[in-house]
């Protein structure tokens, strides 16, 4: 059986077209196949069929040299499908465990680079565990459950307590601050913007450290 290419091990690479290849010619050694019968059954002897009478002589009513040949090209022809029909199988077998292998590498792959995005993202230092609703922070798109890792001046390197993130507030009302926070294992910027409101405070959440 001819495969397309060979890879860097050697091992022969079989693609789908190599598998249609191979169905097609299953199909054309049926057809055969089901010609040389027809003739078979014209003759009204099938593969069995004596071809001698009763008293053992050539039956003159057949067309003996069309009738072996038939024969023998029906047998040639059966073990031709049987050798084809292992060959799709072996190749259908390969293909799947190439594209079970591929799967396998994709995820690892996409699990090593969640690793690597996780790996490389900020320690977080407060954590968001209250939203009021229509206040400034809900509007801006805090959650529940947010780790903060970056509040306007206040970053995870110069944050020393709560009161660093309260004075930045106390300072930057009326004025958007840009706030990362790590949300599902990905970073999520926003723009939150200190204002009254018919809330408490000029935020609308609660926010508490996270030990470190």
């Known amino acids: 059986m001819k495969m397309t290419a060979e890879n860097s091990s050697g091992n022969i690479e079989v693609t789908m077209d190599d598998v249609k290849t191979l169905i097609k010619k299953k199909d054309e050694i049926e057809e055969q196949i089901k010609a040389y019968y027809d003739v078979l059954?014209?003759?009204g002897v099938g593969v069995e069929g004596?071809?001698?009478?009763?008293?053992?002589f050539p039956r003159a009513d057949l067309n003996l040299y069309q009738i072996r040949t038939a024969r023998h090209n029906i047998s040639c022809l059966q073990n031709d499908h049987k050798a084809?029909?292992?060959?799709?199988e072996e190749a259908l077998h390969k293909l799947h465990a190439r594209d079970k292998a591929k799967r396998e590498l994709d995820e690892a792959g996409a699990?090593?680079?969640?690793?690597?995005?996780?790996?490389?993202?900020p320690s977080p230092f407060a954590r968001v565990d209250a939203v009021t609703e229509s206040s400034p922070a809900c509007r801006a798109?805090?959650?529940?459950?947010?780790?903060?890792?970056e509040f306007g001046s206040v970053n995870t390197r110069n944050f020393q307590n709560l009161q660093n993130i309260a004075s930045v507030v106390q300072h930057s009302e009326g004025k958007p601050l840009r706030v990362t926070v790590v949300r599902g294992g990905q970073k999520v910027q926003m723009s939150l913007t200190p204002q009254k409101w018919s809330?408490?405070?000029l935020l609308g959440c609660n926010i508490v450290p996270v030990q470190r």
């Open 111 to 121: 699990q090593e680079e969640a690793m690597d995005l996780e790996v490389n993202l």
């Open 141 to 149: 798109g805090l959650r529940v459950g947010d780790e903060v890792v």
């Open 41 to 43: 059954e014209d003759q």
């Open 84 to 88: 084809i029909m292992a060959d799709i």
């Open 199 to 201: 809330g408490r405070g």
């Open 50 to 56: 004596p071809l001698v009478d009763a008293e053992g």
